[in-house]
T-cell receptor
C-alpha cells in the first residue's frame, strides 16, 4: 500500500538557517503530494502541494519538488523564522486523488532567535 | 466562514463511558474525515464519508462509530471508551474524495483523555 516516510525530528535551527525536511514515498502510479503544517494547539493546514512529476509547490517561502525518479518531496526553506516553529507533515493521495490522504509521522521544527 | 468546527475542545472520560465528538463544516464539502493523532504516529484515518449518506472505515476503525447526519455534520462516537483511545481527534473535510490534489481542511481538534 501507499506510505510516506519523513525524517525523524525534532529539528532545532537558529533563525535565518536553511531548512530541509526529507520526505520519500511509496505508491503505485502518480500520487499527489502535500506538505501540511500544524502550529501549536491548532489543526493542520495545507502548506503546499504538487500533483504531477517535476511540479514545484511553493508557499510562504517554502518549496518542494515532486521527484518521481527518487520518489521524494523534500521540503526546503532558505531562511527560517521563529514563526515557522511547528510540526510538518508530508502526505500523499493515490493516483488521480483516488485514495484518502496517507500521512508521514511528522517532523517538529523549533526555530530559536 | 467558520470552516471546520469541532466540539468539545477537551474531554476527560472514565473507562467504559461513552461520548460523541461533533464536527461541522460550512464549506459545502462533500467529503468528511475523522483522524486521530498520537505521538510519533502521525495522523491515522478512523472513518470517512465520501458523500452524504455514505461512511467507510479507515485505518483504525475499531471502537468507533460515525454518523453523517447531513452534508454539514459528521459525528464520531465512542461507545465504551478505553485508555487506548486517549488521543487528539481531528475532523477534516474536502470538496471530493478522489479529487486529484484536493485539499483537506482541518478542525482545531478535540483532546480526549480516557482514565
Amino acid at each position: 500500500g501507499n506510505s510516506v516516510t519523513q525524517m525523524e525530528g525534532p529539528v532545532t535551527l537558529s533563525e535565518e538557517a536553511f531548512l530541509t525536511i526529507n520526505c520519500t514515498y511509496t505508491a503505485t502510479g502518480y500520487p499527489s503530494l502535500f506538505w501540511y503544517v500544524q502550529y501549536p494547539g491548532e489543526g493542520l493546514q495545507l502548506l503546499l502541494k504538487a500533483t504531477k512529476a517535476d511540479d514545484k509547490g511553493s508557499n510562504k517561502g517554502f518549496e518542494a519538488t515532486y521527484r518521481k525518479e527518487t520518489t521524494s518531496f523534500h521540503l526546503e526553506k532558505g531562511s527560517v523564522q521563529v514563526s515557522d516553529s511547528a510540526v510538518y507533515f508530508c502526505a500523499l493521495s493515490g493516483q488521480g486523488g483516488s485514495e484518502k490522504l496517507v500521512f508521514g509521522k511528522g517532523t517538529k521544527l523549533t526555530v530559536n532567535p | 466562514n467558520a470552516g471546520v468546527t469541532q466540539t468539545p475542545k477537551f474531554q476527560v472520560l472514565k473507562t467504559g463511558q461513552s461520548m460523541t465528538l461533533q464536527c461541522a463544516q460550512d464549506m459545502n464539502h462533500n467529503s468528511m474525515y475523522w483522524y486521530r493523532q498520537d505521538p510519533g504516529m502521525g495522523l491515522r484515518l478512523i472513518y470517512y464519508s465520501a458523500s452524504e449518506g455514505t461512511t467507510d472505515k479507515g485505518e483504525v476503525p475499531n471502537g468507533y462509530n460515525v454518523s453523517r447526519l447531513n452534508k454539514r455534520e459528521f459525528s464520531l462516537r465512542l461507545e465504551s471508551a478505553a485508555p487506548s483511545q486517549t488521543s487528539v481527534y481531528f475532523c477534516a473535510s474536502s470538496a471530493l474524495v478522489g479529487l486529484a490534489g484536493g485539499e483537506q481542511f482541518f478542525g482545531p481538534g478535540t483532546r480526549l483523555t480516557v482514565l
